[in-house]
Structure formats: C-alpha cells, structure tokens
C-alpha cells in the first residue's frame, strides 16, 4: 500500500475539483466528455458457470470519439491462454446484456442484447482450428461463433448488428497476426456505431490477495497483479451519445445508468449431433454486474446470489451493506485506521444514487440522473449501477485515481479501462472525501496502479489476449 503527502495532496485537488463542479451548477454547462465494474467469481453459485460470470463493465467517451460513447462488459473470468482444445467461446443459449437507465427509476430504457451461435466447420477433428487463420472467414478456423445484436427500448426489439466473434488466440502458428483477426471482429452497427465481440486481455487490474485477511494481515503479500496473462471475453459497443440519452438529447440529459447481465434461456438437451444444446423453458438472470466490487465486498455472502439475480429497482434490500459496509471495519480491526462512523451516505451517493447536491453529504453535481432536465425526481429510485456524465470531457492526461485526483472524467464517474477502481474504492470506503476522516486511509491502495498491457486509442481499446502461458 502506497501512502504520502502526494496523495493528500491529491485528495485536495478532488475536493477543490469537486467544489467548482458545484458551483458550476449545472451539467449541461459542461463541455462534451467521458467515463465507465468488475466481479471475478464473486458469488457461490456464478462461480462454477464462468462463461456466464460477466467480470467487469466500463463507459466512457473516448478523446477519438467525442460524440460516442463506449460501453465495454466482459465474461468468462481467468481464462488461462492455454486452455484448449475448445479454449473459450461465448456462452449460447444466453442473453449478453448491457443496460441503460436513463431516467433513474431503475429500470432498463435501452437494452442491446447480444445472443451467440456456434458452428463447427469439421466434427472429425479435435483441432479448434486445423491450419494457420489469417482470416476469421478462413476454412482453417474449424470454430467459430457469430452473433445479432438487438437493441430494445419501449418501442420493441430491432436488430442492429449481426457480425462473427473474433476467435481464442491459440498461438503464433495458428494465428500468425491475431491482430488482424481482431480488426476484422469489428462490425458496423445499423444507425451508427459499431461493435466487437471476442478475446481479449484482462483490463482489470489489482492484487486478489486482498482475500486473505487484506494482504495477509501486515502488507506483506500486495502488489502483485493477480490478473496478468490472464484473458477474458470481452463485448464492446460504440455508439452516439443521443442513442442512450433521455429522450435522445445528451446536452439536457447527459447522465445514464448502466449494467450488465446474464440470462440463461432453460434447460439445455443434447441435440442427437452431440454438439448443439436445445433450450426448454424460459430465460433466467443468472449474473449482474454495475459498480466494480459491489457483490464481491459490499454485499454479504448470504445475499451474492441474491444479487445476481435482483434488478436494480428492488436494491433497497441491499442498503444496508452500504451504509454500514464491512471493509472499513475490517480495516480498522487489522491495521488501526478508524472506519468513518456510520450510516455512510456519501457512499449511498457513490453506489446507489449517483452524486449530485440533492443526494447526500458530497456536495457536488457529478452523476446522478437527478441531474437530467427531463427527468421526474418523484420516479427516481436509488439503485445499484455504473453512472456516466457524458458531459464531462476527455481528460487529456487521465490520472488513474479518478475523481479522487479531480480527473471528473474518471472513476466513479463511470469507469475507463485505466481507472484504478481498487484503490479508489478503499479510500472511499475509507471516507477519504469527508471532512475529519482518519489521514491514515489517504494513499490505501493494493500496490498495482496499472494494467500489464497498454491499452489501445481506438476501438475497442482493449488489448489483445495474451498467448503465453500464466505459469510461466
């Protein structure tokens, strides 16, 4: 754990950055701009159907793409390079969701669903691929998967999108320019747009071993990145800002909700060609995903499949993980730096409501959909999700501590692929913006402040999948 006078320092600044985004006063005040939760086998029963364990999910608007917003959700966590001969497809018979809440009554007004098929070139073989793919339409990629991408609103289901998923990366002689594969995943989205679906490396960051008394009790064990080398499956989106705003007007309503989740259609039966499931029965949510490491720290073991399978408009059962949460108790138990006494609004604010000068002790208007001018505040309902102001520009020099650094453009103000959520989360928990809070809990952190591979400038901005096995 990293701790110093740059760090109070940076404290100062996020407050001070805070202040004048009150005093601004309004969002729509605010230059067009950027933002973006992660979850590896956070809950009992998701742990053993990782393909349907979605792991992380960010948004923001990109400095190439200021008029774009980009939505990125990842599945199937620790998928070790090496894991062939069937190696990692996406799950079918499976709703991918990302969902929008525009309007803060904690229900999804915009849902862009993705549902995969997988087909097999040549069943004789065992190979996933039977010679080197310098393209995702080559005969030599034995399998492959594609997709159709809905998007769903009150006016119904159209399909704006169907593409193929870029393939596992089995390896330099297979895929001697997995690059190219992955350019040619990117599909154009019907309206504007576009999307990709496939590998590609872990963008989370951080030391896992969190889990064993917080680093081991005395520091000894942080620092190290659990997730290098390791790689997920990964859906990207890219579309106009006014294809998620409040009634398609991001300049009066630029603040959205978003989450994502799994359902699992029925009880899957072995076709007679031992190779394809059919479904019987209808769907079930089987994951969901909004904050980063809310259902793996926040909620309590009891209710973490509870939560999987709750929709944001019913989280009210939950507020009691969050205004007397468990970390800070942990912290003050091992390492002696007093929790901030209880219940804890500000992060009522940060995980529930969004922030806003109406919602809490954090006196700031940042994003919360309260901000939005057509929104009713009688319908508002807090709820667990992500929230972005699409207002709040590109930071031309992001500082991976987020808000927490007065970056507006970053962490929790949605969530960008280089945000360090871990740090940021335990010095909010710690109550790092409330007056009076212990100055020991300023630089808390778990010792890995950035990913193992840079990330890309242009879409999906994701980096490619590792192909070197994790132990060595």
């Known amino acids: 754990m990293e701790q110093g006078n740059r760090r109070g320092r940076r404290r100062n600044v996020a407050v001070a950055a805070l202040a004048l985004l009150a005093v601004a006063g309004s969002t729509t005040a605010l230059a067009p701009g950027a933002a973006s939760a992660s979850s590896h086998r956070e809950a009992p029963l998701i742990a053993g159907e990782p393909r349907l364990d979605n792991t992380d999910v960010y948004a923001f608007v990109a400095p190439d793409a200021t008029d774009s917003v980009n939505l990125v959700a990842n599945w199937t966590p620790f998928e070790e390079p090496n894991g062939g001969p069937n190696f990692y497809p996406f799950a079918t018979r499976t709703a991918h969701d990302i969902n929008i809440d525009n309007n803060g009554d904690a229900r999804p007004d915009i849902v862009y669903r993705w549902t995969f098929q997988s087909h097999y070139r040549n069943t004789g073989t065992f190979l996933y691929n ?8 080559d005969a030599t990629l034995n399998f492959y998967q594609t997709y159709t991408l809905q998007r ?8 704006v999108a169907t593409g193929q998923a870029a393939p596992s990366r089995v390896g330099a002689a297979s895929m001697p320019d997995y690059a190219h594969l992955a350019a040619q995943a990117v599909t154009s989205v019907h309206g504007g747009g576009k999307t990709f679906a496939g590998q590609a490396d872990d963008p989370f960051f951080l030391d896992l071993r969190v889990f064993d008394l917080l680093y081991g009790a005395n520091l000894k064990e942080s620092g190290h990145d659990t997730l290098a080398g390791y790689n997920v499956n990964t859906i990207a989106l890219q579309v106009p800002k006014s294809d998620l705003a409040l009634k ?3 300049a009066r309503n630029p603040v959205i909700g978003i989450w994502s989740t799994t359902s699992r259609h029925g009880v899957g039966v072995l076709r007679t060609d031992g190779l394809n499931l059919a479904s019987s029965g209808g769907s ?3 994951s969901r995903l909004g904050m980063p490491l809310v259902n793996e720290v926040v909620v309590p073991l009891k209710a973490k499949d509870k939560f999987n399978s709750s929709k944001p408009a019913g989280d009210a059962q939950f507020l009691p993980s969050v205004t007397h949460p468990e970390v800070p108790a942990l912290i003050e138990k091992i390492y002696g730096i007093k929790a901030p006494a209880g219940p804890r609004k500000d992060l009522v604010q940060i995980f529930l409501t969004g922030v806003a000068k109406s919602t809490g002790p954090v006196q700031a208007d940042l994003n919360s959909q309260l901000l939005n001018k057509d929104v009713d505040p009688k319908a508002f309902r807090p709820s667990e999700q992500l929230r972005l102001n699409m207002g709040i520009a590109p930071s031309g020099s992001p500082d991976r501590m987020g808000v927490l650094a007065g970056d507006l453009a970053g ?3 949605g969530r960008r692929l280089g945000d360090d959520v871990v ?3 335990l010095q909010a928990a710690e109550g790092v913006l409330l007056p009076g809070h212990d100055k020991g809990a300023d630089g808390l952190g778990d010792g890995v402040s950035a990913n193992d591979h840079a990330f890309g400038s242009t879409f999906p901005y994701v980096a ?3 192909s070197v096995a994790v132990n060595q």
Do not use: C
């Open 152 to 159: 769903i609103d009150r006016h119904g289901a159209r399909t």
């Open 464 to 466: 490619l999948p590792n």
């Open 284 to 286: 079930s949510q089987v």
């Open 130 to 137: 039977t010679g080197p793919v310098a393209s995702i339409h």
């Open 423 to 425: 740090d940021v989360t």
């Open 248 to 250: 398609g007007d991001a």
């Open 411 to 413: 962490f929790p103000n």
